[in-house]
C-alpha cells in the first residue's frame, strides 16, 4: 500500500507564491516520478510539471519561468515552488507518484489534492 499527500495550498493574491509539497510513504521500492498535476472547475487535469529519477524537470507552457519543481530532503519527497500566481492558477493540484512497490510491481498513486485559490 502506498500513501500519497499533498499540502500547502491556500488563498493567495495575484502576483504571490505558494510552496505545495507531496510525500510518498508505505511500500515504495523505488519511485520512477513524481508529477503535478491541477484541475481547474469545469476543465480536464493537466500536467503542470514533472520529475523523473535522474531527468530533467519539464513544464507546462502556461507555467514555465513561474514554477519550479524539486525534490525534497526528505525521501519522497517533491516539491511545487509558485511564484507570481495569477487567477487562472486557481485549481485542485494533485501529485502523482509513479512508484515500484515492495512487491516489484509499477503503479501509480494519486493524492487528495490540494485547493489553491488566487484572489484579491
Known amino acids: 500500500q502506498v500513501q500519497v499527500v499533498e499540502s500547502g495550498g491556500g488563498l493567495v493574491q495575484p502576483g504571490g507564491s505558494l510552496r505545495l509539497s507531496c510525500a510518498a510513504s508505505?511500500?515504495?521500492?523505488?519511485?520512477?516520478?513524481m508529477n503535478w498535476y491541477r484541475q481547474a472547475p469545469g476543465k480536464e487535469r493537466e500536467l503542470v510539471a514533472a520529475?523523473?529519477?535522474?531527468?530533467?524537470?519539464t513544464y507546462a507552457d502556461s507555467v514555465k519561468g513561474r514554477f519550479t519543481i524539486s525534490r525534497g530532503n526528505a525521501k519522497n519527497t517533491v516539491y511545487l515552488q509558485m511564484n507570481s500566481l495569477k487567477p487562472e492558477d486557481t485549481a485542485v493540484y494533485y501529485c502523482?507518484?509513479?512508484?515500484?512497490?515492495?512487491?516489484?510491481?509499477?503503479?501509480?498513486?494519486w493524492g487528495q489534492g490540494t485547493q489553491v485559490t488566487v484572489s484579491s
Open positions: 502523482r507518484a509513479w512508484v515500484i512497490t515492495t512487491s516489484l510491481k509499477v503503479n501509480d498513486y
Open positions: 508505505g511500500s515504495i521500492f523505488r519511485i520512477n516520478a
Open positions: 520529475l523523473t529519477t535522474g531527468g530533467t524537470p
